[in-house]
């Protein structure tokens, strides 16, 4: 009987699910869209029901498609969204819609671990520099503002630990890559600090247990398997954030490989043999998916997620066109973009439409173009926006480099928008360096079944697993007279912002929107 794999990367926009046989051929692919809500400005959350419910249907859905016998598929692996946390009662319902990693309500709260612990203490432990995306923002939100949710709450988990324990694992366990965006856990010990956690009045109890990435937890339970489609008693194995199993999927396994994700999120990572900490604390230092190693990472708070709201709200022609004729909606607005010059006439996008994480990590920060005249169109705001996220990402690989990270060979990852040549070949021109496109757009599912089969015993080693089943589709080759012109308008984007910043332009904006 052959075997397969399945990777599930349960985003935040959507779950997709994936199917691979061992030469890493995706044989099936399903993929499901859900919602996120915004109750107040700043504000993000999400209903963990429903991405468990869409779990389930889209798993339905991608075994049927594959005309697999369920019993072929010998182990789940999971790729999930990071730092989105839900509240759940000891019979693991949600007490309350999860707090998205997106959500920068918790201002406060970081300047409260400022106060309590300090900047540089907890960034020595925990290798993460403060800020809102971190679960444990969102964990002291919660009692100091809804204590009662705190008070009742068994555990504070993830989507991983919910859908691992609903599929038929015993407890909850959530891997060492998301724990070091919990901001609670020892980057070095790979366990929660328990100072920490003193200082900042958590109950450590209330935490999930960690575990090491392609760790067998359980198997397939009947209940999950009439729900599901996969076979009862098929492995589960412990997973990774999206983006360390997107490191793995993109060979970002040694030095000299970075991977750029333009998901929802975009994140920029690259392998570290040892856990090394940035002299200015803006970068990440982070638990690799590869158990007991390390990876240097930026976060872009939104990604394709800025691309997307384009779509959704200034491309009606190109959506109308799309439906119409089948066609791929950004395949169209791609071609407009194509008509534009490099540096969109003078416009400028400062893409931080769910503040700025890396290496800024300033949570008043938003969304701002610069440079707007009479002769812009939408296609210069679409090109300005695909520039402006990359732009973001060079000022975290041009920190790594700073830092003495050898760049050799950048593996460009991501669906919707983001897969396309033009954005493809924008990154190569504004990084100045060749970019893979893979031949599996989704490395994030595809890490996510390497660990599965990892855990399942198919292969002795990561290196043997990534070497069989990554495929490379095609480099594109930075055009170095475009790269020149990037350079002067990557000053001016740096410029901006640190001008619009440093006059408390963005923070006062925020307050004054809450009415603060």
Same mark, same amino acid.
């Given at each position: ?59 339905k ?31 693991g ?28 203490k ?30 009742n ?73 009439e729900?599901?489609g ?20 993109a ?18 990572l ?16 982070a ?27 200034? #491309?009606?022609?190109? !959506?109308?066109?799309? /439906?119409?004729?089948?066609? %791929? @909606?950004?395949?169209?607005? =791609? ?78 990852s ?22 893979t ?10 890490? #996510?079944?390497?660990? !599965?089969?990892?855990? /399942?015993?198919?292969?002795? %080693? @990561?290196?043997?697993?990534? =070497? ?25 984007y ?12 963005y ?5 004054t929107?809450l009415?603060?």
């Amino acid at each position: 009987m052959s075997k397969y794999v399945c990777g599930i990367d349960i985003g935040t926009t959507g779950v997709k699910v994936m199917i691979f046989d061992m030469d890493g051929t995706a044989i099936s692919s399903n993929y499901s869209e859900y919602p996120c809500t915004f109750p107040q400005t700043g504000w993000v959350e999400q209903d963990g029901n429903m991405t468990w419910q869409c779990t389930c249907e889209t798993s339905k859905k991608a075994i049927e498609k594959s005309g697999l016998d369920p019993k072929e598929i010998v182990a789940i692996g999971l790729s999930t969204q990071r730092c989105t946390v839900t509240p759940i009662d000891k019979d693991g319902n949600p007490l309350c819609d999860a707090i998205s990693w997106q959500d920068s309500r918790s201002f406060e709260e970081v300047e409260d671990i400022k106060r309590i612990v300090g900047e540089e203490k907890f960034y020595e432990i925990t290798g993460y520099p403060l800020g809102t995306v971190l679960s444990v923002t969102e964990i002291m939100w919660w009692k100091k503002h809804k204590p009662e949710i705190y008070e009742n709450a068994y555990l504070f988990v993830l989507d991983q630990e919910r859908v691992l324990h609903n599929l038929g694992v015993e407890g909850y366990y959530q891997d060492w890559s998301n724990g070091s965006l919990y901001g609670l856990m020892d980057i070095r010990k790979f366990e929660w600090d328990v100072e920490l956690t003193k200082q900042l009045g958590i109950d450590p109890d209330k935490l999930p247990q960690l575990v090491p990435s392609g760790k067998v937890l359980g198997k397939v339970s009947k209940e999950a398997a009439e729900l599901t489609g996969f076979a009862e008693g098929t492995l589960l194995v412990s997973g990774a954030g999206d983006q360390q199993c997107a490191g793995i999927g993109a060979g970002a396994i040694k030095d000299g490989v970075i991977e750029v994700t333009m998901g929802t999120a975009g994140v920029t990572l690259g392998y570290m043999g040892q856990a090394n900490l940035d002299p200015s604390m803006k970068m990440p230092c982070a638990a690799h998916a590869i158990a007991g190693k390390w990876e240097s990472e930026g976060l872009q708070n939104a990604a394709g997620a800025a691309f997307k709201w384009y779509r959704n709200e200034f #491309a009606f022609p190109e !959506a109308q066109k799309a /439906a119409a004729e089948g066609l %791929d @909606v950004y395949d169209l607005i =791609d071609e407009q973009i194509e008509q534009v010059e490099p540096g969109c006439n003078g416009l400028i996008f400062l893409p931080y439409l769910a503040s700025s994480a890396a290496p800024n990590w300033d949570a008043f920060a938003r969304g701002t173009f610069v440079g707007f005249n009479l002769g812009h169109g939408r296609a210069d705001m679409a090109r300005a926006i695909l520039e402006g996220v990359t732009f973001e990402a060079r000022e975290i690989i041009d920190r790594m480099i700073s830092n003495g990270m050898a760049v050799n060979e950048i593996c460009l990852s991501g669906g919707g928008g983001s897969k396309g040549a033009v954005w493809c070949q924008i990154q190569a021109d504004i990084y100045g360096k060749p970019c893979t496109s893979l031949d599996v757009e989704e490395a994030t599912t595809l890490g #996510a079944a390497i660990l !599965a089969a990892l855990g /399942a015993g198919l292969f002795d %080693d @990561v290196e043997q697993a990534v =070497d069989k089943m990554l495929k490379r589709k095609k480099v594109y080759e930075p055009n170095m007279e475009n790269h020149a012109l990037y350079n002067k308008y990557f000053e001016l984007y740096k410029k901006s912002y640190q001008a619009l910043s440093s006059a408390g332009i963005y923070e006062d904006l925020v307050k004054t929107a809450l009415n603060k």
